[in-house]
């Protein structure tokens, strides 16, 4: 059958397996023969992937998890993922009529009001080189929040280059734990489950060892990591996916208040390095899960190749 379409893949050897391009692409095609599936280094002109010229007389579909250092195709639709302000990230779900804690940047010396913010906040930062691995993530007394908060980041901290963010705590028990459902166009590939492994210390006790406690469990090596299949938590990131539509590649961050049961979206890591089925970021991560174990668990492959199958029929361009 001729080739009608093309798909292409933009590879960042840090990020993904070029290998997990490949096995996709091969379903894809097995699936929708009149697709034609391509795999580019993201640092590369386009003249210089070894393309054939030919395949810019079709509708074309590109796709890059993350932002692209050079590659830019003649033609096509062109979905790429890049890092959103986490500010902006809770804008968007507000507007989406998204579950999110009350967030604002903080003007650094001002007192925080606990009849509406609750006893306790988490501070954390936007700098993008501050962001991935939770360490400058921060849960602090309402009350004190002005001193702490400066004693945290002092006026030289290379936080303060950027807006630096206060959210409401959300509790979720003594035994902190989030969800991260990896979702490609809205479409879950997995979820996973961080649990931390030894309960946390009194809140209400814990005085200046408040700031010892993590609170950013995705990245925390106290907390264990499983597969789980939690439906609500699933149809919950489907939403929040869709606030943010133009990210095809988005990790999403959601957590469940202790008591009250409820769901909240803290963020979805826009910038793409979540592919950890092979990210080099996950290689640790995959001595407790590995890449075939998050493959299983919804078929990953087969969904990916379905839901890019339908968008590049529809709208490659």
């Known amino acids: 059958m001729d080739k009608t379409h093309n798909l292409i893949f933009v590879n960042h050897p840090s990020g993904q397996d070029r290998r997990d391009f490949e096995e996709i692409g091969v379903k894809i095609e097995a699936r929708a023969p009149r697709i034609a599936t391509y795999i580019v280094p993201h640092d590369a002109?386009?003249?210089?992937?070894?393309?054939?010229?030919?395949?810019?007389?079709?509708?074309?579909?590109?796709v890059s998890f993350q932002f692209p250092e050079r590659f830019n195709p003649e033609r096509g639709?062109?979905?790429?993922?890049?890092?959103?302000?986490?500010?902006?990230?809770?804008?968007?779900?507000?507007?989406?009529?998204?579950?999110t804690p009350e967030t604002v940047a903080y003007q650094f010396g001002r007192p925080l009001d606990?009849?509406?913010w609750g006893d306790y906040v988490i501070i954390k930062p936007t700098?993008?080189?501050?962001?991935?691995?939770?360490?400058?993530?921060?849960?602090?007394?309402?009350?004190?929040?002005?001193?702490?908060?400066?004693?945290?980041?002092?006026?030289?901290?290379?936080?303060?280059?950027?807006?630096?963010?206060i959210q409401r705590f959300i509790d979720t028990g003594r035994h902190a734990e989030s969800f991260r459902v990896l979702t490609l166009?809205?479409?879950?590939?997995?979820?996973?489950?961080?649990?931390?492994?030894?309960?946390r210390p009194s809140i209400a006790e814990a005085g200046d060892d408040l700031l010892k406690i993590p609170v950013a469990s995705t990245a925390h090596r106290s907390y264990d990591h499983l597969m789980l299949k939690d439906d609500e938590v699933i149809e919950f990131a489907r939403k929040a996916a869709k606030a943010m539509p133009a990210i095809p590649l988005q990790g999403i961050d959601v957590?469940?208040?202790?008591?009250?049961?409820?769901?909240?979206?803290?963020?979805?890591?826009?910038?793409?390095?979540?592919?950890?089925?092979?990210?080099?970021?996950?290689?640790?991560?995959?001595?407790?899960?590995?890449?075939e174990e998050r493959m299983a668990q919804f078929d990953a492959w087969e969904v990916a190749a379905n839901v890019l199958a339908e968008r590049v029929l529809t709208e490659a361009n």
């Not at 002109?45 to 074309?60: F, Q, S």
């Open 45 to 62: 002109d386009k003249d210089a992937c070894g393309l054939p010229p030919d395949i810019w007389t079709r509708p074309t579909f590109c």
């Open 77 to 99: 639709t062109y979905y790429v993922g890049r890092p959103i302000n986490k500010a902006i990230q809770i804008r968007k779900y507000v507007n989406a009529g998204v579950r």
């Open 185 to 199: 166009f809205g479409e879950p590939l997995y979820c996973m489950k961080y649990r931390q492994r030894e309960p």
């Open 114 to 116: 606990r009849s509406f």
């Open 255 to 291: 957590i469940r208040e202790v008591g009250t049961g409820k769901l909240f979206v803290l963020e979805c890591n826009p910038g793409g390095n979540t592919w950890h089925f092979s990210s080099e970021m996950s290689a640790e991560g995959r001595n407790e899960l590995s890449r």
């Open 127 to 165: 700098r993008v080189d501050l962001m991935s691995f939770g360490d400058a993530v921060y849960l602090m007394r309402t009350d004190r929040a002005a001193e702490t908060a400066s004693r945290i980041f002092p006026p030289d901290h290379p936080a303060r280059s950027e807006p630096v963010l």
